[in-house]
């Protein structure tokens, strides 16, 4: 028997999933547990429960998987500080305490989680308990963890797979081929250019939470009208015939600063960004739209350079702008 438990946690929505001999036994995110909406803690709850169902403990894991590569990403906070230094200071100030006293020594604080599950509290043991993971623990590309959520659950032997986000380590939008165990990535566009921190940006100037409140814009759109649609495409970004993107950066701030927008951007749709729980206006529901048809129109290019590039009947669909259940 082979069981692989696999873990997201310190970023948003934290999960485990356990799979016993390629079957998935079970499944949870922390926040059922917790009642903390979009808890970023340790899933410890939520692993319990995996091994629980299962009739396991966490000496019986054979491997836990976790979804991205700390030690990357911290390469890519570093590179885009120096190249918008020193605009960028006091973001890199606020995060660096968390990267110096967490991220960057994930490996070690994910086995002693593991290692105090069930309550064990002697040092010594901990410490053996501990090491005895440290073979076990496996950081995956981001992109081949959603390329992999999405493909090995589905009925196909044979699939493209599309992964679009805010961002991974440095991907943002992926282009891959499932075919039975093996997944392949061929081709990625790179941050800062994503089409999920594109329309994190309106969900942020909209006055909702980034990274929660996405849904909202996708369910206010209706109600409004394409007004911005041609603002849009000719000063905010560049689409290319794949579905690739050039966000114009000049009027955004997710790169250098702890917003999502900068004055330019409040320029040209005429204000400020709504005030979060103030009153949603005709304005929010156009821009909701606006970003909608935008973000529809991407994806469809997307989907069908995947078709092009791998001739493949059916498609799976992976990342947070996969979520956008209008779009897919």
């Known amino acids: ?102 991220k960057l020594w994930l490996p070690d604080l994910i086995r002693r989680e593991f290692a105090t599950l069930d309550g064990l509290d002697e040092p010594k ?47 943002t939008c992926s282009v891959g081929r499932g075919r039975g165990s093996e997944i392949t990535l061929l081709h990625e566009l790179r941050f800062p250019n994503s089409l999920g921190l594109l329309y994190s940006a309106f969900t942020y100037f909209a006055g909702f939470k980034v990274n929660s409140g996405e849904y909202k814009i996708m369910g206010l759109a209706p109600y409004g009208e394409p007004t911005y649609v041609s603002l849009i495409k000719n000063k905010l970004l560049d689409i290319k015939d794949d579905g690739s993107v050039r966000l114009h950066q000049e009027y955004f701030s997710y790169s250098q600063g702890l917003r999502m927008t900068g004055k330019a951007f409040e320029r040209l749709l005429g204000g400020p960004p709504r005030q979060p729980e103030s009153l949603i206006t005709q304005r929010e529901m156009d821009l909701a739209r606006s970003i909608q048809d935008v973000t529809e129109e991407i994806m469809l290019k997307i989907v069908g350079f995947a078709h092009r590039e791998t001739d493949l009947r059916y498609l799976c669909l992976a990342g947070g702008v996969a979520l956008n259940c209008v779009a897919n």
């Open 1 to 102: 028997m082979t069981s692989v438990l696999g873990i997201s946690a310190y970023y948003h929505d934290s999960a485990a999933c356990l799979v016993v001999d390629g079957e998935i036994v079970a499944a949870a995110q922390e926040e059922r547990f917790t009642r903390k909406k979009h808890d970023y803690s340790f899933p410890s709850h939520a692993i319990s429960y995996c091994l629980q169902e299962a009739g396991l403990t966490p000496d019986d894991l054979d491997y836990v998987g976790f979804y991205d590569k700390p030690l990357v990403k911290f390469e890519r906070l570093l590179e885009t500080y120096l190249d918008y230094a020193p605009a960028g200071f006091p973001s890199f100030l606020k995060a660096m305490p968390l990267w110096m006293k967490e």
């Open 125 to 171: 043991a901990i410490k053996r308990r501990a090491k005895a993971f440290e073979w076990r623990l496996c950081f995956g590309d981001h992109h081949e963890s959603h390329a992999a959520s999405a493909f090995y659950p589905s009925p196909y032997e044979e699939a493209a797979i599309v992964t679009v986000d805010g961002v991974g380590e440095w991907a």
